[in-house]
């Protein structure tokens, strides 16, 4: 059963990541259209989809997975898990903010530039390198 749940949780990883990269790029090409536009009207629904059918399904399963991992695999006094999940907590953290912007593209009331959601791209790459890092060489 574990290595099962392992595939899962790769699996979900994999697709949370795919959309935690893609979003905020929508949100470069968003912040390009006209407010009621039917471009931004588009982007609107790409970006609540995109969120609701892939991004927070494929969080919630990273979770439970990786929970089980660490219970199963007797992980939770492994220091390299503590930074693990230290770097997971921020990855959950800018999940949350995605939905936030995402809500505020919703209601026509972004107040960020293209310059702003093109570096913010960036940290969801930066955590889940260090997080594949601590998996898997375990550096500590």
């Known amino acids: ?21 893609y979003l905020p790029r929508l949100f470069v090409y968003h912040c390009e259209a006209e407010a009621g536009s039917k471009q931004s009207e588009t982007f609107k629904v790409m970006e609540r989809r ?19 991992l660490a219970w199963a695999g007797h992980w939770f006094s492994a220091p390299w898990l503590h930074a693990k999940l230290l770097l997971v ?13 995402t809500r505020d593209f919703a209601a026509d009331r972004n107040v960020h ?28």
């Open 1 to 21: 059963m574990y290595e099962w749940i392992k595939a899962l949780h790769v699996i979900a990883v994999i697709a949370w990541m795919a959309g935690m990269l």
């Open 50 to 68: 995109l969120l609701k059918a892939i991004i927070n399904p494929a969080m919630i399963l990273s979770w439970l997975a990786g929970l089980y």
């Open 89 to 101: 907590v921020a990855m959950s953290a800018m999940h949350g903010f995605l939905v936030r912007w």
């Open 113 to 140: 530039e293209q310059k702003f959601y093109r570096i913010i791209n960036e940290i969801p790459a930066v955590l889940m390198a260090g997080i594949v890092i601590l998996v898997v060489v375990k550096p500590f």
